[in-house]
């Protein structure tokens, strides 16, 4: 069974950094699988935020948040991060993890407000302070 656990949320002043962490579990780094990371807020439709992909490492980012935060991955750890710099108030957001298995590229994982995603993991809050 897959299952992901995400953590790291929190209450940040604005210009602050946050790291979120992903723990998947029931299948490993060395299968076909995309990634990502989604938010959503109150009244608004959920966002493919950024995303992974194991078939070429390609990763996407959503313009409102290029230049300000990196996903990454640790193969050993089966744990995807979001590192989240410069976080402003319209950052703020329930993030949540999701994964589809199978070869799939970032773009495509992170589109349709993660219709395209396969599992889910239960958000995490971040809010942003002005």
């Known amino acids: 069974e897959v299952q992901l656990q995400a953590s790291g949320g929190g209450l940040v002043q604005a210009g602050g950094s946050l790291r979120l962490s992903c723990a998947a579990s029931g299948f490993t780094f060395d299968d076909d699988y995309a990634i990502g990371w989604f938010r959503q807020a109150p009244g608004q439709e959920r966002e493919g935020v950024s995303c992974i992909s194991s078939s070429d490492g390609s990763t996407y980012y959503a313009d409102s948040v290029k230049g300000r935060f990196t996903i990454s991955s640790d193969n050993a750890k089966n744990t995807v991060y979001l590192q989240m710099n410069s976080l402003k108030p319209e950052d703020t957001a329930v993030y949540y993890c999701?994964?589809?298995?199978?070869?799939?590229?970032?773009?495509?994982?992170?589109?349709?407000?993660?219709?395209?995603?396969?599992?889910w993991g239960k958000g995490t809050q971040v809010t942003v302070s002005s």
């Open positions: 999701a994964a589809k298995l199978g070869l799939y590229y970032s773009d495509y994982a992170c589109d349709a407000y993660g219709n395209n995603m396969g599992y």
